[in-house]
């Protein structure tokens, strides 16, 4: 079970390096949860010196090109280099102000793995496309273009947009509806017929709610804006999807 904190543009060096001590202390990040921190780049390296060994520390996106003439880039083997394992890839607020489309989150995780990376690919509808019907189809089409062929080992956030940061969150059916359809076609698209993929939800995920979301068997993590920021409810998370790891 993934329990993955995206910082977004906040947080310190000192924040981060506390946060990083005290969630790597918690008990249900020793045992049954893998923990991941991923801050802003210039913080990494601090956050991966505070970790202790059952934190991971990951990156918010990185370029597609692992060196070359991109002003104010960061490639994939620099985030590891600072320290990161992960990279979040194609969030919403990246698709929405920085125009990132499929097709170049595609290539992004093509570089994130090459680098070393496990690519944390999001997905999920506008309220405009679920309004209409259409969160299905628009997931399927998110899936079809952001998935690379050549890559296997990444892990995909179901993330509705209108959720993020609005205290609003889908009924449990609903997301054990998409999580299936993410499921199902991860496994044609990677034509193994196995379903080791994780598939994550994020989007308004907090301790009060984390418990119920994390129980759907569709459901094998979360990833964490606003509720990741103090390390104690960040923890609160971990123990409610440590309650439901067999
Ligand atoms: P939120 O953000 O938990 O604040 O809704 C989640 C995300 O954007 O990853």
Redesign the pocket.
């Known amino acids: 079970m993934h329990i993955i904190a995206?910082w977004?543009m906040n947080g310190t060096r000192a924040s981060a390096k506390a946060w990083a001590e005290t969630v790597s202390k918690s008990g249900a990040v020793q045992s049954k949860v893998n923990a991941v921190l991923c801050p802003p780049a210039v913080i990494i390296r601090d956050a991966a010196s505070a970790a202790g060994s059952h934190l991971a520390i990951g990156a918010q996106d990185c370029h597609h090109e692992p060196k070359g003439a991109y002003t104010g880039e960061l490639s994939a083997p620099m985030l590891q280099e600072e320290g990161a394992s992960y990279v979040?890839l194609g969030?919403?607020?990246r698709r929405l102000f920085c125009h990132e489309l499929c097709d170049l989150v595609n290539k992004k995780a093509v570089a994130a793995s090459k680098a070393g990376l496990t690519p944390i690919i999001?997905i999920g509808e506008t309220l405009e496309e679920r309004e209409k019907g259409e969160t299905l189809s628009t997931i399927r089409r998110q899936l079809e273009y952001s998935l690379p062929k050549e890559v296997s080992d990444y892990i995909i956030?179901y993330?509705p947009v209108w959720?993020?940061?609005?205290g609003k969150t889908p009924t449990l059916e609903n997301i054990a509806e998409v999580h299936a359809t993410i499921e199902e076609v991860v496994r044609v698209h990677q034509l193994t017929g196995d379903t080791s993929t994780p598939v994550v939800y994020?989007?308004?995920?907090?301790p009060a709610n984390a418990a119920s979301i994390l129980a759907l068997p569709q459901v094998h993590g979360a990833?964490?804006?606003?509720?990741?920021l103090e390390a104690a409810s960040f923890i609160a998370i971990c123990e409610a999807a440590s309650g439901v790891v067999s």
């Not at 959720?163 to 609005?166: F, R, S």
């Not at 994020?202 to 907090?206: D, E, H, Q």
């Not at 990833?223 to 990741?228: D, R």
């Open positions: 995206n977004k979040i969030h919403s607020e999001c956030a993330e959720a993020i940061g609005t994020g989007g308004s995920v907090n990833l964490v804006g606003g509720a990741s």
